[in-house]
């Protein structure tokens, strides 16, 4: 009688796979610790810029010229302690000074040159910029050295201060303001057979015009007022009868 053969996992085949089990989990593991590192390290980082920053603007408020060199310091920042080295050149302008300002935690123990986690850069200084005497004139409506406004040759074709007739000139002709067919010109308001020319109080058959001599505005609805012709030799008609 056979005896049946028992199926399973050899003691090799058990080892083999326990060894890529263990190097997966090593990478994974090795992943994560640098992903945590890589996080304390840029949040480290953010603090430093916040602390080289906060030494800047206590030397900009402090209302005193920084003087040029180099100082070293700590500071407790965010539950830590943190080692700044501050350094102060003068720039190429009178009066203003360039301050960079290099942040790292306490414990780093590097040179002056390394380990640092940030650098800052800013500026102090009480320089004023010298005036020139310019004062723009605000009510201009170009830019100094254009021509004036109407001026020959200023503009194109269809634009303010083009040819006459053709744009909004001052004092043109043809289509322009004070021109033939326009605003004073022939035709229009002030003009022959317009209002004050051939028309009321203007020419002749108008309301008080020309050809009406000694006539009086008169009242709508009347007949008109006939003043009958002086006779030569004195007096009226009425006045000889």
């Not at 030397?59 to 310091?73: C, E």
Request: aromatic fraction near 4%; glycine fraction near 20%; include cysteine.
């Amino acid at each position: 009688m056979r005896r049946r053969a028992r199926c399973g996992f050899t003691l090799i085949e058990v080892l083999v796979a326990l060894a890529i089990v263990t190097i997966g989990m090593a990478a994974v593991l090795g992943a994560l610790n640098s992903s945590a590192e890589t996080v304390s390290y840029l949040r480290d980082k953010t603090f430093a810029q916040w602390v080289a920053l906060n030494r800047i603007a206590g030397l900009r408020l402090s209302g005193q010229q920084t003087p040029t060199g180099n100082s070293t310091g700590d500071v407790d920042f965010a539950g830590r302690k943190w080692h700044w080295r501050q350094e102060v050149t003068a720039s190429q302008i009178p009066g203003v000074v360039r301050i960079d300002v290099k942040v790292r935690p306490a414990e780093v123990k590097a040179g002056d040159d390394n380990g640092w986690f940030t650098t800052v850069s800013g500026i102090q200084g009480d320089a004023v910029g010298i005036p020139n005497g310019y004062l723009p004139d605000w009510g201009a409506q170009m830019l100094p050295g254009q021509a004036a406004l109407g001026a020959p040759g200023n503009g194109q074709p269809g634009t303010i201060g083009s040819a006459p007739g053709n744009s909004l000139t001052r004092g043109g002709s043809g289509s322009t303001l004070g021109g033939s067919s326009t605003l004073g010109g022939s035709g229009t308001l002030g003009s022959g057979g317009t209002l004050g020319g051939s028309t009321l109080g203007g020419g002749s058959d108008s309301l008080g015009g020309i050809g009406s001599p000694g006539q009086g505005a008169q009242s709508p609805g009347t007949a008109p007022l006939v003043v009958p012709p002086s006779d030569p030799d004195g007096g009226t008609p009425d006045s000889q009868q």
